[in-house]
C-alpha cells in the first residue's frame, strides 16, 4: 500500500456503545452508550458517520467523550 492510500473511519452504533471502525474493521469501542445521546446524534450512529482524517476522528471524539 502506497502512503497515499486514504484510511477510511466510520463512528457507528456497535452493541449499543460507538464503535470505531479503520476501513470496515471494529478498532475501538467507546464505553459511551448511544440510548445516552441526543436523538440526532443516535441517528448519525445508525446511519454511519465517515471520517476521512485521523485529525477529524479525534475532533469527533472529543465530543463523545
Not at 502506497?2 to 464505553?31: C, H, M, P, Q, V
Amino acid at each position: 500500500l502506497s502512503s497515499r492510500t486514504l484510511r477510511k473511519y466510520i463512528l457507528k452504533e456497535y452493541n449499543g456503545k460507538i464503535g470505531i471502525f479503520e476501513n470496515e474493521a471494529l478498532i475501538y469501542t467507546l464505553d459511551t452508550y448511544v440510548f445516552t445521546l441526543p436523538e440526532y446524534d443516535k441517528k448519525l450512529l445508525n446511519d454511519g458517520i465517515e471520517i476521512s482524517t485521523k485529525e477529524e476522528l479525534y475532533e469527533l471524539l472529543e465530543e463523545y467523550y
